[in-house]
């Protein structure tokens, strides 16, 4: 299984390597097709597509819960589909699927990348290959990616990236110095502390993605600083309040 953030981390990695649509590729080439753009994105995010190259396959084989939407409730990372059933225009289901109970010809395929604002990214014949639609119109089927876990792992608690010299600082694949830098993280973000790995390093989750980055560069808020912060905060707050008042009266108004 691979978390929804690494596969949302995919999605994004992949729509930046594709350059025009290509029957058959998953954008490692620069090619890709609808479903190319998601098992890309599954490869990247450390994942295997073993099956068939194709809307219809993955409709059928590799989709939990496939189902008409029909409230128009999307969530993110959910696989979306248009379709045609028997004698609409187009209609061109491939043999080998007309004896699997469902003959809706899924001929189209995209991945929810926002839900509000709405936004379907998929790969189709368009310059540079990649489209964003952001009204549901034909997105009527969804489903989510089996291999794709969607809830999410809780955090442990937030903590704030900090270092005494630079901006930011590496997020990276593994737990070690000379992996992949997934991400560098601005100074002053706040992240989700995901697990404790050792005394040098946590796994966190910053935006979508999910990494390793070194402890010594984590600052954990304890609820007693927030409290001290909150009465600090409506002290100043009394302060200013006090200081206008005294503007105002001093002015006769």
Same mark, same amino acid.
């Given at each position: ?10 999605? !994004?990695?992949n *729509? @930046?390597?594709?350059t025009? &649509?290509? +029957?058959?590729? =998953?954008?490692?080439g ?12 599954? !490869? ?5 597509? @073993? ?5 219809? &396959?993955a409709a059928?084989?590799?989709i939990?819960g ?8 999307? +969530? /993110? ?7 045609r059933?028997?004698?609409d225009?187009?209609? =061109? /289901?491939?043999e080998r &699927?007309?004896?699997?109970? =469902? ?6 395929? #995209?991945?929810?990348?926002c ?36 809830q ?6 937030e ?5 005494? +010299?630079? !901006?930011?600082?590496?997020? !990276?694949?593994?737990?070690?110095t000379?992996?992949?830098i ?8 706040k ?6 790995? @050792?005394? =040098? ?5 910053y935006?979508? &993605?999910?990494?390793y980055?070194?402890? $010594? ?5 304890e609820? +007693?600083?927030? *409290?001290?912060?909150?009465h600090?905060?409506?002290?100043? /707050?009394?302060?200013?309040? $006090? ?6 009266? #001093?002015?006769? /108004?």
């Amino acid at each position: 299984m691979i978390t929804l953030q690494a596969f949302m981390r995919g999605i !994004r990695e992949n *729509v @930046n390597r594709i350059t025009h &649509y290509e +029957s058959g590729g =998953d954008g490692s080439g620069g090619g890709c097709d609808c479903i190319g753009l998601i098992i890309g994105a599954v !490869r990247l995010a450390g994942g295997t597509w @073993n099956g068939t190259h194709g809307s219809n &396959y993955a409709a059928r084989n590799e989709i939990n819960g496939l189902h008409l939407i029909t409230k128009g409730e999307y +969530s /993110l990372g959910e696989i979306v589909f248009k379709a045609r059933a028997p004698g609409d225009t187009g209609y =061109d /289901l491939p043999e080998r &699927y007309k004896t699997s109970g =469902d003959l809706r010809d899924y001929y189209h395929v #995209g991945v929810v990348t926002c839900v509000n604002p709405f936004c379907v990214t998929h790969c189709t014949g368009v310059p540079g290959g990649i489209k964003e639609d952001n009204q549901p119109g034909q997105w009527k089927y969804g489903g989510q990616l089996k291999m794709v876990e969607y809830q999410p792992v809780e955090p442990l608690y937030e903590a704030v990236v900090t270092a005494v +010299s630079g !901006r930011t600082v590496h997020l !990276r694949a593994k737990p070690n110095t000379q992996s992949t830098i997934l991400k560098s993280v601005p100074v002053g973000s706040k992240v989700e502390v995901l697990e404790e790995v @050792n005394a =040098d390093w946590a796994k966190i989750r910053y935006l979508y &993605y999910d990494g390793y980055m070194m402890r $010594k560069f984590l600052e954990v808020r304890e609820p +007693s600083d927030l *409290v001290t912060e909150i009465h600090e905060a409506i002290a100043a /707050l009394d302060k200013a309040k $006090k200081i206008l008042m005294d503007l105002i009266g #001093g002015d006769g /108004l």
